[in-house]
């Protein structure tokens, strides 16, 4: 056969020849022409850029955006607190403690923040006045500004979502790491804190960061409550002088800046809490 | 003087499975006590009861002079809080199959953790003490190594300097070189060989009959949640009396 004959011959010296990739060729030159045409129909299009530069920085935008990245880190330090409380709640023997943490988690779970965020907003036609009794009472009104109904509506809704990405990272870690925490004589709360929670962090980061994330841009749902984050400062703007897409450009320019900024420091973060996990190139520590 | 662990009438169960029967045991200070026997026969039961990693469910045992796990007022055992049962964990040090050291802390970090901790140690002189414990385990130059970074005999050795860092009464090991590749297994014996040999109190469950008949004071057999026969490791280990015993023997020997 003609095979064996192949075999015989000396081939160990020939070039090689890689495969042409004509599919990989054909599909970039699509995506590039795609591209270029949204580029232009952007450019060509009903856009004044220079009004995009010019309202990038006017006070009430940056003053937004300021807002906005306020918001994001209270609500998200109030769901993160929230959250780890509510998973170890949820892993509690006591059965009360158990069932309110998964009370919690179902309605606020259940129900959009957007009408969570109206109803702290409201608050005041449920109740009109707020306060310990005989101390201090104050009308509904005056205490659940926009600023407060955002955090709590916010804060309050993430803390859901956090908590059960708390409760899936302590149970990831090994049981044979409470029981050696325990054995070095560390009541319960102690082993949590030093023992499992610091492991737990490797899976519960990234899910957080991405949480985080999203809240930078959820907070543009607080502007319906009056709340002056950077979309509400760009309608205002755009109320007034109508140029609505360039002011949209605006907060969406501001919205990606603070993610990308975000996105890097997420990776260093989990860069740290890896340490340890064999993903790490800090496998030793120098100086001990 | 009293013995270090007394234990009368041991039960445990899971569910409708019976780990321990009944187990009726003492243990001197200083004493080497080695339980072997078949996996299921309770040998770790009896051990985490010890510890209190599992609450007995009937019968008493006391443990550096202390009731375990419960206060007794007139006739009435009264169960100690969380707090009071950590306390009382102080009396013992653990070493389990799988190291369970802490991966995200270096080897010294690991050893220190209980001593400033729980017991509030200054750091500088637990650091001191660490440093010590890992130069007797022959690990001075891991000091700064995170388990991962160290092998299966390494990390076994770094547990054990942990659990010594404590400055417990009593050390239990449970099955200490069974997780290890068979090459690295000499190590952590010769650790424990230098442990026994400074009086330390023991109790071993292990598979190794050879450090059984070499370092033990005594050796029990255990069978199905009863310890079956018990004495000097010639007489349980060379001519034992049960026939459960000699089955076993030549099994594991085989």
């Known amino acids: ?20 990739h004509v599919g990989r060729y054909v599909s970039g030159a699509v995506i590039a022409a795609l591209a270029a045409w949204v580029v232009m129909a952007f450019a060509h299009g009903g856009i004044e850029w220079a009004f995009v530069g010019r309202y990038l920085t006017v006070h009430s935008i940056v003053a937004g955006l300021g807002n906005t990245v306020l918001m994001t880190a209270l609500a998200m330090l109030l769901g993160v607190s929230i959250g780890v409380t509510v998973a170890i709640m949820r892993l509690s023997a006591n059965p009360v403690i158990n069932w309110a943490a998964a009370a919690y988690v179902w309605f606020f779970r259940g129900t959009p923040v957007l009408l969570q965020l109206l109803l702290w907003f409201n608050l005041a036609l449920v109740f009109p006045t707020l306060g310990i009794p005989g101390l201090v009472e104050l009308p509904t009104v005056e205490v659940m500004t926009p600023f407060l109904a955002a955090l709590l509506g916010l804060g309050i809704n993430q803390g859901a979502y956090t908590s059960e990405v708390v409760r899936a990272g302590l149970l990831s870690v090994d049981k044979g790491q409470y029981e050696a925490a325990k054995a070095i004589g560390m009541p319960r709360l102690q082993a949590l804190r030093r023992i499992i929670l610091p492991q737990a962090m490797r899976v519960i980061v990234p899910p957080i960061g991405n949480e985080l994330i999203g809240m930078v841009k959820l907070t543009s749902l607080a502007s319906v409550i009056q709340f002056p984050e950077i979309v509400y400062s760009a309608e205002n703007i755009y109320y007034a002088n109508n140029r609505v897409i360039e002011l949209l450009i605006v907060a969406g320019i501001w919205y990606v800046v603070v993610v990308t900024v975000l996105s890097a420091l997420q990776a260093r973060i989990e860069r740290y809490f890896a340490r340890g996990a064999g993903v790490s190139d800090a496998i030793t520590r120098t100086g001990n | 003087m009293n013995p270090i662990v007394k234990s009368v009438g041991l039960r445990k169960s899971y569910g409708a499975f019976e780990a321990l029967k009944g187990i009726d045991l003492e243990i001197e200070r200083g004493e080497v006590l080695c339980i072997v026997g078949p996996s299921g026969s309770g040998k770790s039961t009896f051990l985490r009861c010890i ?10 045992l006391w443990v550096n002079g202390e009731l375990v796990g419960y206060r007794r007022t007139g006739h009435k055992l009264f169960e100690l809080s969380e707090r009071e049962i950590a306390r009382q964990r102080l009396a013992t040090g653990m070493v389990f199959q799988r190291f369970n050291l802490f991966p995200h802390k270096t080897a010294l970090d690991n050893v220190i953790e209980g001593p400033v901790q729980v017991l509030k140690l200054e750091r500088k002189k637990a650091e001191l003490e660490a440093h010590e414990l890992l130069a007797r385990v022959g690990l001075s130059d891991k000091c700064g190594a995170y388990p991962i970074a160290l092998s299966g005999g390494q990390q076994q050795r770094v547990a054990i300097a942990r659990a010594l860092a404590m400055k417990p009464a009593l050390m239990l090991f449970d099955e200490p070189t069974s997780a290890l590749d068979p090459e690295l297994v000499g190590e952590v014996l010769s650790v424990m060989r230098d442990l026994a040999r400074t009086g330390m109190t023991m109790i071993v469950v292990t598979h190794e009959l050879g450090f059984a008949r070499e370092v033990a004071n005594r050796v029990l057999f255990m069978d199905q949640g009863l310890v079956v026969e018990s004495g000097s490791p010639e007489q349980v280990l060379g001519r034992p009396t049960q026939a459960r015993t000699r089955d076993f023997i030549s099994a594991v020997l085989s």
């Open chain 2, 51 to 60: 510890n209190q990693l599992e609450a007995v469910d009937g019968g008493a």
């Open chain 1, 1 to 20: 056969m003609s095979g064996r004959d192949d075999l015989a011959e000396d081939i160990s010296q020939f070039e090689h020849v890689r495969r042409k």
